[in-house]
RNA sequence: GCCGGUGUGGUGGAAUUGGCAGACGCGCCGGACUCAAAAUCCGGUGAGGGCAACCUCGUGUGGGUUCGACUCCCACCACCGGCACCA
C-alpha cells in the first residue's frame, strides 16, 4: 500500500477481509461472560440517514470496546419492516409492499456494510417474514387464551389520513405520529392488549431501571399515572343501581354540587330521554376547545350529606378513565367550576386556606389546593390529608365505597385498517362468534395478490381467498378479521429472535436464557412510552408464559441526542440548500440569507447531509470519529463540515505518522516494558503520556460513554507522537512503537478500518479487532514531578514544580519559600493552610 | 398547569469527590514552505488594562454555605423536551 490515505481503497479492503472470515460470528458459550449490544433497528424507509449513523456508531464502539475486554458479544441488526409507507408507495407507485421493503433493506443493508460495523447478519430479523409474524400471531393466540388480548368497542383515534386507529402512544399533540394529520375520535370495535393488567408491575419495575435515563424513566412513570383515591356510588332517584364515581378528593366531597356521566357511559343512554342532544354531546367528546353538558333530568343523592344533585353528560368526562363518571365540586376543581358557570350550577366552599377562615363568597376560580375542611359534618376542621385518610375508612366501614387505585395508562390498542402488516389470526363464525385460529395453522399468510387503490378501507377485504375460510371449531364457512397488528407488536420481542439464528428455534429457551437481557440498548428518546413500554409489557407477558425467566429486557439504555444542523432561509425562497447560497446570498434572488436555528436534520428544511456522499468524500472511519467527537452520545449533535474535515485530517495525520516512522519501528518485537533508565525524557514523557491516554480513553468510555473526551484524549497522544524526537538509543524506538501500537488499539473500536491498515502496516499480525484492549500501569501513568498551584485567599498566585509524593509539611515549606507566593503574604498573619494532595495550596492571610 | 432537562469563549464542547475555568476540535490571527495558491507544518487566540513582569473581571441572574463554588443550597430568568379536561 502507497504513503497516501485513500480511505475506500482501505475500508473495502477491511470490510471483505472481516466478511470472508466471519470475524463476528457468536456463539453461545456458557464458558464466557456475555454482553448483548442492541441499536433499535430501523424501519427500511429507503436510505439510512445521519441519526442512524450516529445510533450504529455508538453502538458499533460499545460492542467492539467490550470484544476487546473478552466479553462474548451479541452485536445483531434487522428491520422494521411492516408499516404504512410501504403500502402508501404501493398505492403512489404501483409497486408491491413486499417488493419496496426488500428492495430498500438490500440498499440500506449495503450501506450499513459500509460503515464497518460489527454485525453478525446471520441473526438478521426481517418483520414481515412470515417464519417472523408467525410468532406474533402465536403470542396473540397464548394472549387471547389468557384474556390479554380482547375486542371491544370504544371510541379510538382514527387518523383521517392514515385510515387507520392509532394508539394512544402515537397521538401527539393531539395529530397522528406518522403524518401529522389531526386526529379525530371514532367509536369503534378494536382489538385490544391488555396492557393494564401490568399497570402497576411496569410502574414498581420503573425503580429499578437504573441503567436508564431519568427522563425516561419518569416519561414513563408519567404515562402510567398512578393514582389513588376512592371509589364510590351516588344513588339515583327512581333507579336501583346507583353512579360509581372515582375521586383522588374525597376530602371535597361535601362540596359535590353535580355529578357528570362520560358521553358513552352505560347509564347514559338510559337516562337521556333526548337522543339527538346526546349525540351533539357525543360529537365534542374529548374536545378540549369547549365543554358541553347535558342535563339528564335526573338526580343522585350525595350519600355524604344527603343532598339531591343533578346528573349532567359532559363531553369532558372521559370513559376510559377511573369509572367514567364523577362528582363535580366547583369550589375546588377548576373543570367543574367552569363547567358550573355555564350551567347556572351552585358552587359550595368545603376548603379553606390553612390559616384563613373563608373564601370570598364569590370565587372567580377554583380553589384547588389542599386546606382545611368547612361544612363538611364531623370532619370539618380537618386538613385535607387527615380528611382523606379518614373519610376513606369512614366510607369503607359504612360500606358505601372504597379505596382504589388508578392508572392512566389505557389499553393497547392493536388493530390497524391496513395491509402491510401482522394479520390477527382469528376468524368470525356465524355460529361460534371469534374463533382463534388453530396453533398448528399458523402462520396466517398475509395475501401477496391484492390491489392497492387507497380507496375504500384495507385491501384484505378484496381478497376471497383470504376473506372466506371455515370456522376452525366448526367448519362452517367463516369470514377472517381483515385488520392487522400495530407494527409496535413487531419491535416488542425481536430481541428475542436474535438469540438464535434465522434457521433456528426461535424461542430456544436456552439460548434466549444465556443471551437476554440486553446489556446495552441504544436509539433515540422518541421511543421513551412507545416501544420501551410495549417491550417490558411483552417481556412480562413472555414471562408469564414460562418463554423468559427476567422481568426487565433492557438492563442499560442510552438514549442518543438528535443530528442538527443550522438552517438556511431566503426571504424569498424559504429554505435553502447549503449549495443555494454564495457569499452569504440566495443564489436565485440575491436576498441576504438568514442563518436560522439550529434544528433537527429534515428534508423539508432542507439541512439534511447524506451520510453515502460524506462516506464516499472522507470515508466512514472519519463520518464515525467525527459523529462521536462533536458531542456526547445523549446530547444533540451539530453537524458541521468542518467538524468533519477536522476528523479527517486527524486520520491523515496518523497516517503520515505511521508512515513515517514504519522502517524505524516495525522490525520491532513488542514490548510493554521498558527499562526507565535507558531510555530519553521525551521517551519517558511519551511512555506516561501513552499510560495516561490508556487510562483516560478507558475511564470516559465507561462513565457514561464519554466518546468525545476519550477521542480528545487520543488526539492529545497523537500530538505528542507526532513531536517526539528519538534521544541517543534503541530503547526509545521501542517506546515509540508501543506508544503507536496502543493509539491504534485504543482507536480501534472508533475507526475500525484505518487501524486495521496500519497495524498491519507496522507488521502486527491481523486482526486488530482480536486484540486485548491495552492496561495501563498507575505508576507510570504517574506523573513525577507535579505543578503545585498556590492560591492566596483562593486566587492563583504562583505555580511551583514539585516532585510527588511530598509531605503536607514539605509542601508548606516550598510554598512559604516561595518568591511570588512571599509577596502576597508579606506582612500577614497566615491563619491557615490548606493543601490539596498533588494539586493545590490555598494559604489563607489576615488583613487582605 | 404538572414532570424532566439545559444554560460555560467567536463556535462544538472539556473540567473524576467542591480545588488552576476554557482540555480537544472548529474558526480566526501570525509565521514557515511556495513564483503564487491549495494542502501541510509551527506559534498565538475569554474580556479589559499595562511597554512589561503582572493586575482586574469572567461559567444565565440574585443571594447563601465554604479557606475555596461551573460544581452544593435557596429564589428567579431564559430556552428545550414530555404529559395535559386523567376527576
Redesign the pocket.
Known amino acids: 500500500m502507497e504513503e497516501r490515505y485513500i480511505p475506500g481503497k482501505v475500508e473495502e479492503k477491511w470490510q471483505r477481509y472481516w466478511a470472508e472470515r466471519d470475524l463476528f460470528k457468536t456463539d453461545m458459550d456458557p464458558e464466557r461472560k456475555k454482553f448483548y449490544c442492541l441499536e433499535m433497528f430501523p424501519y427500511p424507509s429507503g436510505k439510512i440517514h445521519m441519526g442512524h449513523v450516529r445510533n450504529y456508531a455508538i453502538g458499533d464502539v460499545i460492542a467492539r470496546y467490550k470484544r476487546m475486554h473478552g466479553y462474548n458479544v451479541l452485536h445483531p441488526m434487522g428491520w422494521d419492516a411492516f408499516g404504512l409507507p410501504a403500502e402508501n408507495a404501493a398505492i403512489k407507485e404501483g409497486i408491491h409492499p413486499a417488493r419496496w421493503t426488500y428492495e430498500n433493506i438490500d440498499y440500506m443493508k449495503n450501506q450499513l456494510k459500509k460503515m464497518g460495523l460489527s454485525y453478525e447478519w446471520s441473526r438478521e430479523v426481517t418483520t414481515c417474514d412470515p417464519e417472523y409474524y408467525k410468532w406474533n400471531q402465536w403470542f396473540f393466540l397464548k394472549m387471547y387464551e389468557r384474556g390479554l388480548a380482547y375486542k371491544k368497542v370504544s371510541f379510538v383515534n382514527w387518523c383521517p389520513s392514515c385510515l387507520t386507529v392509532l394508539a394512544?402512544e402515537q397521538v401527539?399533540?393531539g395529530r397522528c405520529w406518522r403524518c401529522d394529520s389531526a386526529v379525530i375520535q371514532k367509536e369503534l370495535e378494536q382489538w385490544f392488549f391488555r396492557i393494564t393488567e401490568y399497570a402497576q408491575e411496569l410502574l414498581e419495575g420503573c425503580d429499578r431501571l437504573k441503567g436508564w435515563p431519568?427522563?425516561v424513566v419518569?416519561?414513563q412513570k408519567?404515562?402510567i399515572?398512578r393514582?389513588e383515591?376512592v371509589e364510590m356510588d351516588f344513588p339515583v332517584d327512581g333507579f336501583s343501581e346507583g353512579i360509581r364515581i372515582?375521586?383522588?378528593?374525597p376530602d371535597t366531597l361535601w362540596g359535590a354540587t353535580f355529578v357528570c356521566l362520560?358521553p358513552g357511559h352505560p347509564l347514559s343512554e338510559r337516562l337521556v330521554t333526548d337522543r339527538s342532544r346526546l349525540d351533539e354531546v357525543k360529537k365534542k367528546y374529548?374536545?378540549?376547545?369547549?365543554?358541553e353538558g347535558l342535563f339528564t333530568g335526573h338526580c343522585a343523592i350525595n350519600p355524604m350529606n344527603n343532598e339531591r344533585i343533578p346528573i349532567y353528560i359532559a363531553?369532558?368526562?372521559?370513559m376510559e378513565?377511573?369509572t367514567?363518571a364523577?362528582m363535580s365540586v366547583p369550589a375546588h376543581?377548576q373543570?367543574d367550576f367552569d363547567f358550573a358557570k355555564k350551567y347556572g350550577l351552585p358552587i359550595k366552599v368545603v376548603i379553606v386556606p390553612e390559616g384563613s377562615v373563608e373564601l370570598p363568597s364569590e370565587l372567580n376560580a377554583a380553589y384547588e389546593d389542599e386546606g382545611i375542611l368547612v361544612n363538611s359534618g364531623h370532619f370539618s376542621g380537618l386538613r385535607s390529608d387527615e380528611a382523606r385518610k379518614k373519610i376513606g375508612e369512614y366510607i369503607e366501614e359504612r360500606g358505601i365505597g372504597k379505596r382504589v387505585i388508578?392508572y392512566?395508562l389505557r389499553d393497547w390498542g392493536i388493530s390497524r385498517q391496513r395491509y402491510w402488516g401482522t394479520p390477527i389470526p382469528v376468524v368470525y363464525c356465524g355460529d361460534c362468534g371469534i374463533v382463534p385460529v388453530n396453533e398448528e395453522d399458523l402462520p396466517v399468510i398475509l395475501p401477496e395478490d391484492v390491489s392497492f387503490t387507497g380507496k375504500g378501507g384495507s385491501p384484505l377485504l378484496d381478497s376471497e381467498e383470504f376473506l372466506k375460510v371455515p370456522c376452525p371449531r366448526c367448519g362452517k364457512i367463516g369470514k377472517r378479521e381483515t385488520d392487522t397488528m400495530d407494527t409496535f407488536v413487531d419491535s416488542s420481542w425481536y430481541f428475542i429472535r436474535y438469540c438464535s439464528r434465522k434457521d433456528e428455534d426461535a424461542l430456544d429457551r436456552e439460548k434466549i436464557s444465556y443471551w437476554m437481557p440486553v446489556e446495552q440498548y441504544i436509539g433515540g428518546?422518541e421511543h421513551a412510552?412507545l416501544h420501551l413500554l410495549y417491550s417490558r409489557f411483552f417481556t412480562r407477558v413472555l414471562r408469564d408464559l414460562g418463554i423468559v425467566e427476567f422481568d426487565e429486557p433492557f438492563t442499560n439504555l442510552l438514549t442518543q441526542g438528535m443530528v442538527c444542523k443550522e438552517t438556511l432561509r431566503c426571504p424569498e425562497h424559504g429554505w435553502l440548500f447549503p449549495e443555494d447560497v454564495h457569499d452569504e446570498r440566495c443564489k436565485r434572488c440575491g436576498s441576504p440569507v438568514i442563518r436560522g436555528r439550529v434544528e433537527k436534520m429534515s428534508k423539508s428544511k432542507r439541512n439534511v447531509v447524506d451520510p453515502d456522499r460524506m462516506i464516499e468524500r472522507y470515508g466512514a472511519d472519519t463520518v464515525r470519529l467525527f459523529s462521536l467527537f462533536?458531542?456526547?452520545p445523549e446530547?444533540?449533535l451539530?453537524w458541521?463540515d468542518?467538524?468533519v474535515?477536522?476528523a479527517y485530517?486527524?486520520l491523515?495525520?496518523l497516517w503520515s505518522i505511521v508512515y513515517k516512522n514504519r522502517d524505524l519501528i516495525s522490525g520491532l518485537v513488542d514490548e510493554k516494558s521498558f527499562d526507565l533508565s535507558k531510555i530519553s525524557a521525551q521517551a519517558s514523557s511519551l511512555l506516561r503520556k501513552t499510560h495516561q491516554t490508556i487510562k483516560r480513553v478507558t475511564?470516559d468510555i465507561e462513565r457514561e460513554f464519554?466518546f468525545?473526551?476519550a477521542i480528545?484524549a487520543l488526539?492529545?497522544l497523537v500530538?505528542e507522537i507526532?513531536?517526539f524526537e528519538k534521544g541517543n538509543n534503541d530503547e526509545d524506538l521501542h517506546v515509540l512503537r508501543y506508544s503507536i501500537v496502543t493509539t491504534l488499539l485504543l482507536l480501534s473500536p472508533f475507526c475500525p478500518h484505518i487501524t486495521e491498515e496500519l497495524w498491519e502496516a507496522l507488521g502486527c499480525k491481523p486482526s486488530i479487532l482480536e486484540q486485548r484492549w491495552p492496561e495501563w500501569d498507575e505508576t507510570i501513568a504517574a506523573e513525577e514531578e507535579l505543578?503545585l498551584?498556590i492560591?492566596v485567599?483562593?486566587?492563583?498566585?504562583s505555580?511551583v514544580m514539585i516532585p510527588a509524593g511530598l509531605s503536607d509539611e514539605r509542601i508548606k515549606g516550598i510554598v512559604l519559600d516561595d518568591q511570588r507566593t512571599r509577596k502576597f503574604i508579606e506582612g500577614k498573619t497566615i491563619k491557615?493552610i490548606?493543601v490539596?494532595k498533588g494539586?493545590?495550596v490555598?494559604i489563607?492571610v489576615d488583613g487582605y
Do not use: C
Open positions: 394512544n401527539i399533540d431519568e427522563n419518569a416519561m408519567n404515562w399515572g393514582s383515591g372515582f375521586t383522588t378528593r362520560a374529548g374536545k378540549m376547545e369547549e365543554k363531553n369532558f368526562v372521559l378513565y377511573g367514567g364523577i376543581d373543570r388508578n392512566k428518546v412510552v462533536a458531542a456526547p446530547k444533540d451539530e458541521s468542518k467538524g474535515e477536522g485530517r486527524f491523515n495525520r475511564t464519554h468525545n473526551t480528545a488526539m492529545e500530538n507526532s513531536g505543578e498551584v492560591q485567599n483562593g486566587k492563583v498566585r505555580k491557615n490548606f490539596v494539586k493545590l490555598n489563607v
